[in-house]
């Protein structure tokens, strides 16, 4: 067995972390295409070295002028290299630039080769819809799932999707759960050895975990100013410190707007994994935009309020694990209000920590057929 993993954000680090694990152990062959999407080191080198992703990587580095740009650069060196090195799979995670631009690739591989030698496109978190076609992610991942030969869907939530975008016809799917739940079953006990709360001088279950970092949240001025007044009025409500790990986007974004908060918002920079995971786990209640997050917040117990209008994680929303509040203050105040006193369960439907190992020996399975 022959694999590919194309990947590059922290999110496809971090959820594709276990299979590359488990492909090691197992001495199959294996190799890496990083596209390197993010513009900084913190964002993405770090979770490299801390998940220890080594082997055959092949560094490519398309123009980032744009995103036309990044994206026609990225499928010609992929396509380059698939040449050279043509596996049995070529897997991607999720909904990003990158993994579209590997499925680009490989079809165009893939037109010149027999049906028995063609690369098998595996999209590995496939069947998210937040039915909102204004995200380029949505975009992204319909497409990525018409284009792939194997999926792998989270829940039965998601394999439903699949089936009303006709995605089933001549696919090999099967619901996996989600790698994330390997991550955390792996991590969370030992993110608890984290000192961070001691360093930023909090008490578990007593402060607000705040992220922000999507085009809508911080590029559009009556958002992210509506949001700001809102954690200022629930600071005075709650009393509690609101720490906010910035990204670096939305730390330029705020500087651009010359937006000011005073000493109930205590800005960071980015996190090592760990330390992140402890804030998360000891939260109050996480306060994000972020999709990742709604589900290891739901797999943690911590309840979410996603400032958002809409979101592809839709089974944290019927688990009533999260509430999708947007930018409106007043949805957001009761959101948090809701789940302020309110004691959440931990859900299952993301798997139990055997994700990998499912994804693996259907793989497996699945190459032995060929």
Sequence with gaps: MKICIVLSTRPEIIKLSPLIKKLKKQRD????????????????????????????IYNVNPDKKSQVTFFSDSVKSIEKILKKNKPTFLIVQGDTNTGLAGCMAASLVNRNLENKNKIKIVHIESGLRSFDDSMP????????????????????????????????RSKKTFI????ISDVLKRYSLIADQSIILEKLKLTAKNYFLVTLHRPES??????????????????????????FPIHPRTKDKIKKLNLSFNKFIKIVEPLE????????????????DSGGLQEEASILGVPCVTLRTTTERQI??????NIMAGYNQNKILAAVKKFHKKKIKKIKDFGNGKVTEKIYRKLLSLDKSL
């Design 176 to 179: 996996v759960g989600n790698t």
């Design 218 to 243: 911080v590029d559009i001025k009556k958002n992210i100013v509506s949001l700001f007044k809102t954690f200022k009025v629930l600071h005075n409500k709650y009393n509690y410190p609101i720490i």
């Design 29 to 56: 062959q294996f190799y890496i295409i990083n596209t390197n999407q993010h513009f900084l080191d913190k964002m993405s080198k770090v979770f490299f070295d801390f998940f220890k992703i080594s082997g055959k």
């Design 137 to 168: 992610e949505e975009i992204n991942r319909k497409i990525i799932d018409q284009m792939s030969d194997v999926l792998f869907p989270p829940t039965k939530f998601d394999f439903n999707n699949l089936k009303k975008d006709n995605c089933l």
């Design 316 to 321: 944290t929303l019927i688990r009533k694990v």
């Design 273 to 288: 994994y760990l330390d992140f995971l402890k804030l998360m786990k000891d939260s109050k209640l996480v306060l994000s």
